[in-house]
């Protein structure tokens, strides 16, 4: 049973054979799934995904990228959504600093709503964090009993073990199976094993040797294989431990 911890499946590219993939998942060894938001449309949509299916949570935020429309109409409407069983944690959020299409200090203020809106309601987050470390790091640190995952890492293994003693998970992807992926790697190797999980953030990154293909949750296993290997696991053990981990992170339970 695997855990894919961070997908997209309301992704436009999904539209011709969403429902059939939604069908054959359980089949493929997929036994949770969370489907993240990334604005309130998109929030809406992934809940209204999640709803049919017994394995598949979704999360309420908006992306740096949407950070332009948090304002406190939206934030009420995450409030309302926040109290659906199906609704797990606040995310994605965060900071982008790559492409910066969004000026930085609208990013920060909607990081910052975002946490205290997951402080007020004691629910976990989803960050997404891109050549904005530091001020990543100094945001959470003003939230000490907001907890979650930073999603597809691309930090340094030094400020993993300062999340990760914090009470933060680290989500890794098919990234981890690249050649090049050195950082993840050397991550995936030092922190301790029950803060790790896994995730496709499909459709986006497929694993080798799917790399460049449209990506979906059925590949999270070349993850799970990818750490059993790094961590001299089995793979049926990496694939428990990063199940259980999920389950805890977004509290899940049997």
Known sequence: MLFDTHVHLNDPCFDEDRTQLLQELPK???????????SLESSKDALKMAEPYDYLYCSVGSHPDSANEVCDEVLEEYRKLCKLKKVKAIGEIGLDYYYEDIPRDIQK?????????????????????????????????????????FHCYSGSAEMARQLTNMGWYIGFTGVLTFKNARKAVETAQRIPLDKIVIE????????????????NPALVYRVAEKLA??????????????????????????
């Open 229 to 254: 290997e790094l961590r001299n696991l089995s793979v049926e053990e990496a694939q428990r431990i990063t199940f259980e981990n999920g389950k805890r992170l977004y509290r899940i339970d049997d």
């Open 28 to 38: 493929q060894g997929i036994g949770l799934a969370m489907n993240a938001g990334c």
């Open 109 to 149: 203020k909607a990081f910052i709503a975002q946490m205290e809106l997951a402080r007020e309601l004691d629910m976990p987050v989803i960050v997404h964090e891109r050549d904005a470390h530091e001020d990543g790091m100094n945001i959470i640190r003003q939230f000490p009993t907001v907890k979650g995952v």
């Open 200 to 215: 496709t953030d499909c459709p986006f990154m497929a694993p080798e040797p799917f790399r460049g293909k449209r990506n």
